[in-house]
């Protein structure tokens, strides 16, 4: 009777496992697994916190032009730099910040007014195609207004600075 495939690779198996048991000190390789069902395979998503609230992204607002400000004042952008996801603070030393912000400073713009003054806000703050939370808009205070655009990149679970502009006038 002629044999069939499955038959020829049940002898070689039986005959791999007979060269294992009389062959002392040959190492015997193990066939490869039968396949068995797996469960597809499935991008896993980094997990993006969803927009925050308004009161939220009040709070990183002004954190942010607040940081600005302090920065402004004392020539100190540390707190600022550190506000900032590893991105932000890998492409901004203080003294690349303090240049960013020089205009803001020759004009004499005083940001301190934002703790307690209402933005108006551009667009509903919303995630950009890269997942990131972009924040633009505009605080109508004296003696010069400024508009601003945010840009928040997640670290370790919560939005961190990745981009910031503010513009007097």
Same mark, same amino acid.
């Given at each position: 009777a002629?044999?069939?495939?499955? $038959?020829?690779?049940r002898l070689?198996?039986?005959a791999i496992?007979?060269?294992?048991?009389?062959?002392?000190?040959?190492?015997a390789?193990?066939a490869?697994?039968q396949?068995?069902?797996k469960?597809?395979?499935?991008?896993?998503q980094p997990?993006?916190?969803?927009v925050p609230?308004?009161?939220a992204v009040?709070?990183?607002v002004?954190?942010v032009?607040?940081?600005?400000d302090?920065?402004?004042?004392?020539?100190?952008?540390s707190?600022l730099?550190?506000? $900032?996801?590893?991105?932000?603070?890998?492409?901004?030393?203080a003294?690349r910040l303090s240049?960013?912000?020089?205009?803001?400073?020759?004009?004499r713009v005083?940001?301190l007014?934002v703790?307690v003054?209402?933005?108006s806000?551009r667009e509903?703050?919303?995630?950009?195609?890269r997942r990131?939370?972009?924040?633009?808009?505009?605080?109508?205070?004296?003696?010069?207004?400024v508009?601003?655009e945010?840009?928040?990149?997640?670290?370790?679970?919560?939005?961190?600075?990745y $981009?910031?502009?503010?513009?007097? $006038?």
């Amino acid at each position: 009777a002629a044999l069939n495939f499955e $038959g020829i690779m049940r002898l070689l198996r039986l005959a791999i496992v007979v060269a294992a048991l009389v062959a002392p000190g040959v190492e015997a390789f193990a066939a490869p697994p039968q396949p068995t069902a797996k469960p597809p395979l499935t991008m896993v998503q980094p997990k993006v916190p969803p927009v925050p609230s308004p009161p939220a992204v009040l709070a990183l607002v002004r954190t942010v032009l607040t940081a600005v400000d302090h920065g402004n004042k004392t020539g100190n952008y540390s707190v600022l730099r550190e506000l $900032g996801g590893p991105d932000f603070h890998d492409a901004n030393t203080a003294a690349r910040l303090s240049a960013v912000f020089a205009n803001l400073v020759d004009q004499r713009v005083d940001l301190l007014p934002v703790l307690v003054v209402e933005p108006s806000y551009r667009e509903a703050p919303r995630l950009t195609a890269r997942r990131m939370l972009y924040v633009a808009g505009r605080f109508d205070i004296q003696p010069k207004p400024v508009s601003f655009e945010l840009l928040f990149d997640v670290w370790k679970g919560e939005w961190r600075l990745y $981009g910031v502009s503010i513009v007097p $006038g």
